[in-house]
Structures are given as structure tokens and as C-alpha cells.
């Protein structure tokens, strides 16, 4: 248990659909993340928020719609995806302010999309 | 950022140390060195960050030398379950918000 607690951990929608993903933290941190993990392909940064806003977005297209309403939580809205879009879904947290910039992972939500 | 170079993978037994060594020949003089660890189907977890010499803690050691254009991290006598893929990641930790870039990382095998 790293603290970071994600929902769904598996989910399969179809390309029309509208789902959202869910992080919780538990470590009164103030930053939160979004990563992608396609297969065999390094972790790529999607999301940062730091104090509830956005500094960071990576080129992300927009039917992937982050929403973070207070420093605990974190989503991620998802609508028409593309099959390409299947991966590992990761969100992590960190005290913005940490030199070390430790940031803890949540276990992840599988996302296939049909 | 400074890109950073690692093996693909490597293999070892139980109960040997193992080394996996990172190039970063581009650091710059405000980056650290970090090293996480991912096993499969979870995220990675933080294992040990250094900015010069070396550095110990109850998971492993970092040992950089005096030019920090490399580091190793040592794994003391592993287990099976530390096989996993390990990421050597380099960056100007002044305290931001700041996301990590990842590269492919070294995936170790630990045989019995």
C-alpha cells in the first residue's frame, strides 16, 4: 500500500463511451499525476496538478479531460477513445516542495478499449 | 533534461549483487539521480535518489562518481522477488511539481 488508491482497477468500454477514472491519496500531498503505460513503451507523463491546477499538460489529446477538485482527489474523464488508447492508466502524488520529489503510485487502472 | 542510458535487461541469482549501471553523460549541476522500481501490473515504487558519492539505504546503495556522468545501483544478495524492471531517472529537483520522464529501464530476471 502506497497510499494512492485508484478505481476502477480494470475497465473495458467501448469506443462511444463515457467513463471516468478515480484517484484517491492519502498522504496530504499537494501535487498529483497522470501517466499512461502502453505496452513495452515508457511511462508518459499526461497530467501534473499542483494545488488543485493544472501546470502540466503533455500534448494529451483532449477526449482524455482531467479534473482535480481538491488536493486528495484526481480524475480522469475519458469519452470516444481510440483502441490505441488501451493501457495502463497511473496516477502518483508528491509533495510539491520535497527536493527529493518522491512520488508515490497507486496500483493503476487497466483500460481496454473495444 | 538530461537522457540517461541503461541495459535492457539483466539476469542474475539468488543471493548475488547486482549492479545496474545508468550514463548520463548530460547531467547538469542541479540534477539528481533516481531510481525506481516497477513490478508488473503496479507502479513504480522510489528506491534511492543521490547526488554525488554514495548513498545507502535498507533497499540498496547509489554509488556516483566524482564526474555524476554515471551512477550504479547495487541490489545486495537479491531475492526472486526482486525481479522487476528498474528506471534510472535524472532531474532538477528544486522542488516544483515536476513529472518524471521514464525510459525503457533495465528489466532484471532473478533466477533461483
Known amino acids: 500500500e502506497t497510499g494512492v488508491t485508484q478505481t476502477p482497477r480494470h475497465l473495458v468500454m467501448g469506443m462511444t463511451n463515457k467513463k471516468s477514472l478515480k484517484c484517491e491519496q492519502h498522504?496530504?500531498?499537494?501535487?498529483m499525476y497522470w501517466y499512461k503505460q502502453s505496452a513495452k513503451k515508457p511511462l508518459e507523463l499526461m497530467f501534473v496538478?499542483?494545488?488543485?491546477?493544472?501546470?502540466e499538460n503533455n500534448s494529451v489529446p483532449s477526449r482524455f479531460s482531467p479534473e482535480c477538485p481538491n488536493s486528495s482527489h484526481l480524475f480522469l474523464h475519458l469519452h470516444t477513445l481510440q483502441p490505441e488508447d488501451s493501457a495502463l492508466y497511473l496516477c502518483?502524488?508528491?509533495?510539491?516542495?520535497?527536493?527529493?520529489?518522491?512520488?508515490?503510485f497507486g496500483p493503476g487502472t487497466r483500460l481496454t478499449v473495444l | 533534461l538530461a537522457k540517461t542510458t541503461q541495459p535492457i535487461s539483466m539476469d542474475s541469482y539468488e543471493g548475488q549483487e547486482v549492479n545496474i549501471t545508468c550514463s548520463h553523460n548530460?547531467?547538469?549541476?542541479?540534477?539528481?539521480i533516481t531510481w525506481y522500481q516497477q513490478f508488473p501490473s503496479q507502479g513504480p515504487r522510489f528506491i534511492i535518489q543521490?547526488?554525488?558519492t554514495k548513498v545507502t539505504n535498507e533497499v540498496a546503495s547509489l554509488f556516483i562518481p566524482a564526474d555524476r556522468k554515471s551512477s550504479t545501483l547495487s541490489l545486495p544478495r537479491v531475492s526472486l522477488s526482486d525481479t522487476a524492471v528498474y528506471y534510472c531517472?535524472?532531474?532538477?529537483?528544486?522542488?516544483?511539481?515536476?513529472?518524471?520522464?521514464f525510459g525503457k529501464g533495465t528489466h532484471l530476471i532473478i533466477q533461483p
Open positions: 543521490g547526488y554525488k
Open positions: 548530460n547531467i547538469a549541476t542541479n540534477d539528481y
Open positions: 496538478y499542483s494545488l488543485e491546477e493544472r501546470v
Open positions: 498522504l496530504g500531498h499537494n501535487a
Open positions: 502518483a502524488s508528491s509533495q510539491a516542495g520535497d527536493r527529493a520529489n518522491e512520488q508515490f
Open positions: 531517472l535524472v532531474g532538477d529537483l528544486r522542488g516544483g511539481a515536476d513529472g518524471l520522464t
